[in-house]
C-alpha cells in the first residue's frame, strides 16, 4: 500500500532528526519530573512541526493529513509516548476546535501563537463522574450579559497542568438542559482567568511525562466571543473531534509497537540462554512473526481509515475499528514484548517496562474499547 510520497517523506527525515536529537536525550529526566518543559514547544513550533495542516495565513503548514501521521508515527517511535500523546492532544484533540469552530478573530488572535509553540493547548471536556459519557457533563454556562459564567470541573486532562489555552466543554443554561445531547457549548478559556484552578497533578501508571491534571472553575467569567461555534451543539462538535483523536491513537499505537518490536528483536538476538541466542528458538520466532502480522494488520487499517478520512468520506465506523483494533494490538505486543525479555522487561532500565505500562492507556483514553464495540455494533445493527 502506497500511502506517503517524497515530500512525506522528507519530513520524516526532519521529524525523527528532531526526535533522536531532542526529545531522546532526556526522556528519563522528563519522565521522573512528571512533565515535558515548555521549552520544547517553540522549538518544535520553529521547526514547523505544529499545526502542520492549518492555513499558512494562522502560520501554519498547509499540508495534508498525512503529514500529521508522519509526525505522530515518529512521535511515537521516540519510545516517549508521553511526548506523543503531548503534542497529539495540542494538534490533533484541543486546537481544532478553534480552527474548526473559532471565529475568525478567535483564529487570527490565537492560533499563529498555537503554532509557534507559545501557547500550549489542552482540550477538557471529561469530568470526574462522566468518564466516556461526555453527554453527561455538568459543567454548567450561564449567559450574564457579554460573559458566560462556568462552574464544574474535568478530570484526567492531558497538558492540565501546563497549557495556556483550554477549549473546554460546559452545558449551557439555555433550553433543555435535561437533553442530553443539546445544549453543551465548546469555550476557548485563558489559563490566566479568574476562577481557574487547577486542583491538582494526577499520578498516573504510565504516560508519565505527560501532565494530566483535575481542572476546577468557580463563577470564571469567560468572554462571550469565546463562545466556539453556534450555542447548544458542542456536543456535536466534540463527537468530530473525537474521530480525529481516535485515529492518532490507532497511528500512535502501530508506531510504538514497531518500535517496541524492533527492541525486542535486538535483545533476543543477543540474549543467550539453553546454548543459544533466544532469536534462535521457535516459540520466540513464531510468537515474534504473531506480533509482526498484528502490527501490519493495525497500520494497513489504520491507513485506510487514514485514506477514506482525508478523502472526506463518513468513517465512523472505519475509525472505531481502528481504536479498538490497535489499542487492544499494542497491549499484546507490549505483554508479548515483556515477556520475552523476561526478567530485564520488568526493570525500569528498559525501555519496554515503560512501553508495557504507557500502552495501558490507550484501550482507555479517547472512548474504552467497549464503547468502540458499541459503536460499531449500532452501524452494523442499527
Not at 515548555?38 to 498547509?62: A, C, N, Q, T
Not at 515483556?338 to 500502552?359: K, N, P, S
Request: charge should be neutral; glycine fraction near 8%; charged fraction near 25%.
Amino acid at each position: 500500500m502506497k500511502v506517503f510520497n517524497e515530500q512525506h517523506a522528507m519530513f520524516r527525515a526532519s521529524v525523527r532528526s528532531f526526535v533522536e536529537r531532542e526529545v531522546a536525550p532526556h526522556i528519563d529526566a522528563w519522565e521522573a519530573a512528571g512533565r515535558i518543559p515548555k521549552s520544547i514547544w517553540p522549538r518544535m513550533g520553529e521547526l514547523g512541526l505544529l499545526g502542520v495542516e492549518y492555513d499558512e495565513k494562522y502560520g501554519g503548514g498547509g499540508a495534508d493529513l498525512l503529514t500529521s501521521v508522519v509526525l505522530h508515527e515518529e512521535c511515537a517511535r521516540s519510545r516517549c509516548a508521553s511526548f506523543a500523546m503531548a503534542v497529539g492532544v495540542h494538534t490533533d484533540m484541543a486546537s481544532p476546535h478553534l480552527y474548526w469552530t473559532g471565529s475568525e478573530a478567535l483564529k487570527a488572535r490565537y492560533l499563529p501563537a498555537v503554532c509557534r509553540g507559545e501557547r500550549l493547548t489542552a482540550i477538557a471536556v471529561t469530568e470526574p463522574g462522566g468518564g466516556s459519557d461526555v453527554a453527561a457533563l455538568r459543567t454548567r454556562a450561564v449567559r450574564d450579559g457579554d460573559h458566560y459564567v462556568l462552574n464544574g470541573s474535568k478530570m484526567f486532562i492531558t497538558n492540565g497542568a501546563t497549557a495556556d489555552l483550554y477549549l473546554v466543554a460546559a452545558r449551557v443554561a439555555a433550553g433543555d438542559a435535561d437533553r442530553r445531547h443539546r445544549g453543551i457549548s465548546m469555550f476557548l478559556v485563558e489559563r490566566e482567568t479568574p476562577g481557574f484552578v487547577v486542583s491538582r497533578t494526577l499520578d498516573k501508571m504510565g504516560m508519565r511525562a505527560s501532565d494530566t491534571a483535575e481542572l476546577s472553575f468557580q463563577d470564571m467569567r469567560v468572554p462571550a466571543e469565546h463562545l466556539l461555534g453556534r450555542e447548544g451543539v458542542g456536543f456535536y462538535e466534540v463527537m468530530r473531534v473525537f474521530q480525529r483523536e481516535r485515529l492518532v491513537t490507532g497511528i500512535q499505537a502501530h508506531a510504538m509497537a514497531e518500535r517496541a518490536l524492533e527492541d525486542t528483536i535486538a535483545y533476543v538476538r543477543e540474549r543467550h540462554a539453553f546454548g543459544g541466542p533466544l532469536a534462535d528458538k521457535q516459540v520466540v520466532r513464531h510468537r515474534l512473526a504473531d506480533l509482526a502480522t498484528l502490527i501490519e494488520a493495525s497500520r494497513c487499517l489504520t491507513y485506510a481509515a487514514c485514506l477514506k478520512y482525508q478523502a472526506g468520506e463518513e468513517v465512523v465506523r472505519e475509525i472505531s475499528m481502528v481504536k479498538l483494533f490497535s489499542a487492544e494490538m499494542v497491549n499484546r505486543v507490549a505483554y508479548d514484548c515483556v515477556q520475552l525479555h523476561g526478567g530485564y522487561g520488568y526493570m525500569r532500565e528498559y525501555a519496554i517496562e515503560r512501553f508495557a505500562r504507557d500502552a495501558r492507556l490507550l484501550t482507555i483514553g479517547g472512548g474504552t474499547s467497549e464503547v468502540m464495540k458499541e459503536i460499531i455494533a449500532r452501524l452494523l445493527l442499527p
